[in-house]
């Protein structure tokens, strides 16, 4: 009889926003592995063996992100057992507790916002499906948006267009964020930027801060779902969510008006969920 496969060990996390990510050690090929089995309940306490109602994933890879976590946190309790090609399961892994990443939307001070971090797009001009009207409002390929004057609903539409994007002309749109502050900051503000999701050609989003750049996120490859469809958070939706977070330093904002402007340098459209600027608590 196939022996019995070995226990999990070096269970490991590695906390994101929204995610956290789990490795553990692989353990090779006596007896084959088919695949692990991916446990987790909500909280700091497991059950003393795992039940199947808890049941995350099967990987046959030593590592899975757990997806769809609440931004401002969620903490959880993970074991594995690994299951071998004649259906053998060995004894279940330590448990291990992480908590994911919160965002600074929970953790921060607003210091201006546009939209909601809610997981949709409904709020923005021309959600859920008009599209094809943002090169026609927009021709210039800029889009303009004053704090305590504008709203989503009449000047920040819901996606931003891309070179990839021909139905826009295959130009890289900008989307420029005008807002007042107080006085300079003495510390460094968080961007918050939340897509509903993109393109599969995915993207680079350039961030600049007054003229000066700040930061290029990376769009992952998305569903492409979003041009048509304006809620996330839908039960089975298959829009893909992406959240960025970096870092503004204090250098680069200033007493009086400011701009931060999004340009989406390479790719297909982004679809906004909604841009915050925070101050640290």
Excluded: C
């Excluded at 929204?18 to 692990?36: Q, V």
């Excluded at 199947?52 to 993970?78: I, M, N």
């Excluded at 057992?81 to 448990?95: I, Y």
């Excluded at 900008?174 to 918050?192: G, K, V």
Aim: proline share 9%; aromatic share 8%.
């Amino acid at each position: 009889m196939s022996p019995r496969p070995r226990t999990v060990t070096g269970l490991r996390t590695e906390p994101g926003l929204a995610t956290i990510t789990l490795t553990w050690d692989s353990l090779g090929f006596d007896p084959l592995i088919d695949h692990y089995r991916v446990y987790a309940v909500p909280g700091q306490e497991a059950p003393s063996a795992p039940e199947e109602s808890s049941l995350l994933a099967k990987t046959v890879y030593p590592r899975l992100v757990h997806h769809g976590l609440d931004p401002a946190g969620e903490t959880w309790t993970y074991t594995v057992v690994a299951v071998s090609d004649a259906g053998r399961r060995g004894a279940a892994s330590r448990p291990v507790t992480a908590a994911s990443q919160a965002s600074v939307t929970a953790t921060g001070t607003p210091v201006a916002v546009i939209g909601a971090f809610d997981g949709r797009t409904l709020e923005h001009r021309f959600a859920p499906s008009s599209y094809a009207r943002i090169p026609e409002e927009h021709p210039e390929a800029l889009i303009e948006y004053r704090e305590g004057v504008d709203s989503p609903e009449t000047a920040w539409p819901y996606l931003l267009p891309g070179p990839g994007d021909a139905w826009a002309g295959r130009a890289a749109y900008r989307a420029r964020w005008t807002f007042p502050l107080e006085s300079a900051p003495t510390e460094d503000h968080d961007l918050a930027v939340w897509l509903v999701d993109t393109t599969r050609l995915g993207g680079i989003l350039r961030v600049r801060a007054n003229g000066e750049h700040a930061t290029d996120l990376t769009l992952p490859q998305g569903a492409t779902r979003g041009s048509r469809e304006g809620d996330a958070t839908v039960p089975g939706s298959t829009l893909r969510r992406a959240f960025f977070e970096p870092a503004v330093p204090a250098a680069l904002l200033q007493e009086g008006e400011n701009v931060i402007e999004f340009e989406l340098a390479e790719g297909g459209w982004a679809a906004w969920d909604a841009v915050g600027l925070f101050a640290r608590a």
